[in-house]
Every structure is written in C-alpha cells, then in structure tokens.
C-alpha cells in the first residue's frame, strides 16, 4: 500500500511546521487550540486557525511553559499527536483512506527542546496521527509528491 500512499513532506522547526503535498504548501504554527469540556479536550484548530474559536486555549508544543489545560493523561505527546493528525487531514483535503507516507527534513532545529530525542519522537506521533511511514532526511531537500 506504501506505492499507493499520499507523500507529505514536513520540514520542521519550533515555531512552524511546513506541510507540502503535491504542489500545496501549508504553514502551521507549533500551537494546539483545545477547547475543554466535560469529555476531555476538543481540538479547535492549530496555529492561527483555532485563534479565533471563542473559549479555545492554547497549548504551545515547544514553548517550554507549563500547561495545565490538558488533564494528567493527556500530555504535550497528546497535544503533538493532535496536531499531527489535524495538518494531515487539512494538508490531504479529506479523510484518510489509505495512510501517507511522510518524510520530515529540519529536526536539528528542534535539539534543543527534544534533547536528541526528536526523531523518535516525531516519528511516534506521526504513526499515531495517521502515517503509515515515516522517513527522517537530514536536509531540508524532500520534496512530496
């Protein structure tokens, strides 16, 4: 099923994650909006999207800041997973039908939050957002297709 895979490139940074698939490019700030209620949280939206949904807080990924808004079992690793899982959608204009393939250029801008952890970590929450592989390249050279 991989050759018949949608291929999503992402070069990562901090503040922004660039998605490109096909010949569309989207910029998402590195921000979660939750709305919280009684069931737990509910995603609004990510970076600028989710700004404007009235009651919706934001959950910085990598800002460093403490976050509370999230219940205990529902961590930053929840918040990126979300987010992960919003872009592919947004990005593939449609649900999932069969899973992408994705490849992510920029991780070394993320050293100095994910301590060198950030391949495996990305990795994870890209499978659990909806990947069916990931690739990690070392330059910002991947182009989707």
């Keep these: 099923m991989l050759h018949f895979a949608p291929r999503i490139s992402v070069h990562v940074s901090r503040d922004a994650f660039l998605f490109t ?4 490019t989207h910029s998402f700030g590195t921000v979660l909006w939750i709305e919280r ?9 990510i970076g600028e999207a989710g700004a404007s949904t009235p009651g919706a807080v934001p959950v910085g990924l990598f800002d460093g800041q403490p976050c509370d808004v999230l219940p ?3 961590g930053r690793m929840w ?3 979300a987010f992960l899982a919003h872009a592919i959608m947004t990005v593939l204009g449609r649900r999932l039908m069969i899973r992408p393939s994705v490849v992510i250029t920029g991780l070394e801008s993320l050293q100095a939050t994910l301590a060198g952890y950030q391949a495996a970590i990305l990795t994870r929450a890209f499978i659990a957002a ?3 592989y990931v690739a990690i390249e070392p330059t910002g050279d991947a182009v989707a297709q």
């Design 21 to 24: 698939h096909k010949e569309a």
């Design 37 to 45: 209620n009684a069931k737990g949280p509910r995603v609004c939206g």
């Design 72 to 74: 205990v079992d529902q």
């Design 79 to 81: 918040a990126l997973e």
């Design 130 to 132: 909806g990947a069916q």
